[in-house]
């Protein structure tokens, strides 16, 4: 039996209790025992998400040669190579349940073209669906650097420098129903000034490093441990569920500021399929 790689700070597996990873927002429109197609599956972080908890068949693509190895530990086949050349997708043609495209579509130069080769190949029916995400550019951190005249790539995040198309939850809607698809669900991930910040660092509380850390600085046997342990999100997903609700308000009443990232659910327009 095969090792599974050391794990680095970049390839850490998603929290499942973090309702507002578009990830895992995303699995419950996912039925267990689905044949899913992953692009861009990266080292396999979603594929193994898929197959532990809800026991898929995963069939990645991915065109970094070194995440495409360990993401072979999660994939029963993992295709190397890029989606925007068509001799790729004989490699994966077949019928899914689900083709997945999480921060993928903005890094290609041309995403129409991509997810309509997606329908083409990997579509066997009305029953397929199509699931993703993307950044929503005009989120309320970037209009605020736009504002102050900023506009600088980073190594990640909203203006990775590896992004090549921008979009809005608007033009995300566009550029799927141009594509041929039709959208059954749309919902956006938040982000706040100041609260977001205070997330992050509840989420950290659920990490095993951060409660190791968290002992040394209140000692082994204060009576205080056992209280802040109790606020750890890991060991009540019911009240991160409830936090999320209550915090995502903002966002789903004005998207286009507050929402983080556009999460959606799409099958093929029926015109498309005959």
């Given at each position: 039996?095969?090792r599974s790689?050391?794990v680095?700070?970049y ?12 990830q895992?927002?995303a699995?419950?429109?996912i039925?267990?025992?689905?044949r ?9 972080r ?19 040669p ?49 997810l ?34 900023n506009?600088?790539?980073r ?16 033009s995300?809607?566009?550029m ?15 982000h ?26 209140v000692?082994?046997a ?11 999100p ?15 308000l ?8 507050f ?7 799409c ?8």
């Open positions: 039996m095969r790689p050391a680095s700070p390839r850490a597996p998603y929290r499942l209790y973090d309702t507002n990873i578009p895992v927002m699995l419950d429109w039925r267990p025992h689905s899913v197609l992953e692009v861009g599956c990266a080292s396999g979603v594929s193994k998400l898929l197959v532990n908890n809800l026991d898929c068949s995963v069939v990645g693509i991915e065109i970094d070194d995440l495409a190895t360990e993401a072979r530990y999660s994939c029963e086949k993992v295709v190397v190579g890029d989606i925007e050349n068509e001799e790729i997708w004989a490699s994966v043609c077949g019928d899914y349940d689900y083709v997945l495209f999480f921060d993928v579509l903005e890094h290609l130069k041309d995403p129409w073209k991509a309509r080769a997606t329908r083409q190949h990997c579509f066997g029916g009305l029953d397929t669906k199509l699931i993703g995400a993307i950044p929503n550019t005009l989120v309320w951190h970037t209009r605020v650097e736009f504002l102050l005249g506009f600088e790539y190594s990640g995040g909203t203006l990775d420098r590896g992004h090549l198309r921008f979009f809005t939850p608007p995300t809607r566009d799927l129903q141009l594509a041929g698809f039709d959208v059954l669900q749309f919902e956006v991930s938040w706040m000034p100041i609260l977001s910040w205070l997330y992050s660092k509840w989420m950290c509380l659920g990490h095993p490093l951060a409660a190791q850390r968290l002992r040394e600085k000692g082994w204060s009576p205080a441990f056992p209280l802040l342990r109790t606020l750890s890991a060991d009540d997903p019911r009240l991160v569920k409830l936090v999320n609700r209550v915090l995502g903002p966002a789903q009443a004005l998207p286009g500021l929402g983080n990232h556009s999460i959606f659910l099958g093929a327009t029926a015109g498309e399929m005959q």
